[in-house]
């Protein structure tokens, strides 16, 4: 297995392992590079690639087994631990990310919700009360949270991305409008969702 793997890989897996949970779903037993490669419209030497840096996972002549390729990337994904996320931010996109049923089912639990409305904290949605910035401190360390989510206006983000950093939080999960910082050690995804919506706008104006 190589020490280092890009960030264009680690960028596809997410997209192997959907592919094979629709494969699984619709009875697939086994796929070769190249027919793996016709259903998601990559190059099969790119798919072989791609999975040599994790050892590799076919046999040649006879291709993959769907299921057990799954659990391999389940496994590599990070997706067989259990994840503590709290949430910074109750608007709209902190209430559908708390409300959204599929994380949980993948080791990601939707702990807690802050808030500085004074309006909505304490109200409870599927038994999550908003909670006040005043407890974040106390209730990150003692239920040792370990993913923040950030669903601030961004002149607040980096703030509470600091803050987060300094209980000790590895993973940031960012969907302000702006990118955030912080030490080598935590792992920052920015998430723009206005990004996907101008690629489609440029696609429909000049494709």
Known sequence: MD??????????LPKYYRKLEE???RGVERISSSELSAEMELNASQIRRDFNCFGGFGQQGYGYQVKKLKNELYHILGLDQTYRCAIIGAGNIGRALLLYKGFGAKGFHMDAIFDINPELIGQ???GVTIRSMFDFDTYVKEHQINVGIICTPSNTAQEICDKFSALGVRA???FAPCELKGPEWMCIENVHLSDS?????YRVNNE
């Open 3 to 12: 020490k280092y793997v890009s960030e264009a890989v680690i960028r596809r």
């Open 124 to 126: 409870q949605m599927e």
């Open 23 to 25: 494969l699984e779903a």
């Open 197 to 201: 919506l101008y690629t489609l706008a």
């Open 172 to 174: 940031i999960w960012n």
